[in-house]
């Protein structure tokens, strides 16, 4: 498809799904110039301010907040929406998904009252659009669930993530990685109740789960590693946390994801973990880390 007189429309479309494999497999190095291929080329034919131009910046911003490059992803899904809304209108599935994705990044640099914003008009636009019990509707409600739990919210976020949780196993069953990821936010809910035994076992159900239906050195399944890690400092079981923190901090920056705030998150821990243990050395490590972290601007 690289070479004439093979058509250009699916030598991209070919790119797009391979960009879009290699970032839900967790290789967002590997996608990220595969995404910005097929946006320069989408330029080149369509222009500025078409919606294949606008699907690009989305899938490039996904690609760029899984990388811990939050402000260029935000700057990227907001062009997209600008786009989106210009061709479909506000209150359309397409313009709701891609506010759902900006919503998200927000999440990540901490806006969370605008994200919570998005999330909302976005959320009956989908249920209009595609159903109430459909992924998509999924999606959104699993981050307005992440907003009013960092928000404080914590019933607000307990139906949020139960109802999520319902669409997921209605449409995917019990054994998915979807399925896993309210198994996540299960085991977050419960941290934030101060019920430790209850979240180690959802994070513990969530590793084991992501393990078996993507793989044990799956991004996803590092990051519930380090949320696991995370449960087990609040119950003083530091050399099993220092494990978990280990192994999924190995996991996640082995892929690229370096600067994302679950790697800064997995340092923090770690330098609680060490210092519990009176290792010093191995503290100042990922102090220092952490130190070069807000130095960056991360």
């Given at each position: 498809?690289?070479?004439?007189?093979?058509?250009?429309?699916?030598?991209?479309?070919?790119?797009?799904?391979?960009?879009?494999?290699?970032?839900?497999?967790?290789?967002?190095?590997?996608?990220?110039?595969?995404?910005?291929?097929?946006?320069?080329?989408?330029?080149?034919?369509?222009?500025?301010?078409?919606?294949?131009?606008?699907?690009?910046?989305?899938?490039?911003?996904?690609?760029?907040?899984?990388?811990?490059?939050?402000?260029?992803?935000?700057?990227?899904?907001?062009?997209?929406?600008?786009?989106?809304?210009?061709?479909?209108?506000?209150?359309?599935?397409?313009?709701?998904?891609?506010?759902?994705?900006?919503?998200?990044?927000?999440?990540?640099?901490?806006?969370?009252?605008?994200?919570?914003?998005?999330?909302?008009?976005?959320?009956?636009?989908?249920?209009?659009?595609?159903?109430?019990?459909?992924?998509?509707?999924?999606?959104?409600?699993?981050?307005?669930?992440?907003?009013?739990?960092?928000?404080?919210?914590?019933?607000?976020?307990?139906?949020?993530?139960?109802?999520?949780?319902?669409?997921?196993?209605?449409?995917?069953?019990?054994?998915?990685?979807?399925?896993?990821?309210?198994?996540?936010?299960?085991?977050?809910?419960?941290?934030?109740?101060?019920?430790?035994?209850?979240?180690?076992?959802?994070?513990?159900?969530?590793?084991?789960?992501?393990?078996?239906?993507?793989?044990?050195?799956n991004l996803k399944t590092g990051i519930a590693r380090i949320e696991l890690g995370?449960?087990?400092?609040?119950?003083?079981?530091?050399?099993?946390?220092?494990?978990?923190?280990?192994?999924?901090?190995?996991?996640?920056?082995?892929?690229?994801?370096?600067?994302?705030?679950?790697?800064?998150?997995?340092?923090?821990?770690?330098?609680?973990?060490?210092?519990?243990?009176?290792?010093?050395?191995?503290?100042?490590?990922?102090?220092?880390?952490?130190?070069?972290?807000?130095?960056?601007?991360?």
């Amino acid at each position: 498809q690289s070479t004439p007189p093979a058509e250009p429309a699916d030598l991209l479309e070919s790119l797009t799904y391979l960009s879009d494999t290699q970032h839900l497999a967790g290789h967002d190095l590997a996608a990220e110039p595969l995404a910005q291929r097929v946006l320069r080329v989408d330029r080149q034919i369509y222009g500025g301010r078409h919606p294949s131009v606008a699907e690009d910046l989305g899938n490039l911003g996904q690609i760029q907040e899984g990388l811990g490059r939050y402000q260029q992803a935000e700057r990227n899904e907001r062009e997209s929406i600008a786009i989106t809304e210009a061709w479909y209108g506000k209150d359309h599935t397409e313009t709701a998904l891609e506010t759902v994705a900006l919503a998200k990044t927000l999440v990540y640099e901490g806006k969370y009252a605008e994200a919570g914003n998005l999330l909302k008009p976005a959320l009956a636009t989908l249920e209009r659009g595609v159903g109430k019990t459909h992924p998509f509707v999924a999606v959104d409600l699993n981050w307005a669930g992440v907003v009013a739990l960092k928000q404080g919210k914590i019933e607000e976020a307990e139906a949020d993530f139960r109802r999520m949780a319902e669409i997921y196993r209605s449409v995917f069953g019990e054994k998915d990685a979807h399925t896993a990821v309210a198994l996540l936010r299960y085991g977050e809910l419960s941290l934030a109740r101060k019920q430790y035994p209850q979240a180690e076992q959802f994070f513990r159900d969530s590793v084991q789960l992501f393990s078996e239906t993507l793989s044990p050195k799956n991004l996803k399944t590092g990051i519930a590693r380090i949320e696991l890690g995370g449960a087990l400092i609040h119950e003083h079981r530091y050399f099993d946390a220092e494990t978990q923190l280990l192994t999924g901090y190995q996991i996640v920056i082995s892929q690229g994801h370096y600067s994302t705030l679950e790697a800064m998150d997995a340092r923090s821990e770690l330098v609680a973990v060490y210092d519990a243990l009176n290792q010093p050395e191995k503290a100042a490590k990922f102090r220092a880390e952490l130190a070069a972290d807000v130095t960056a601007g991360k």
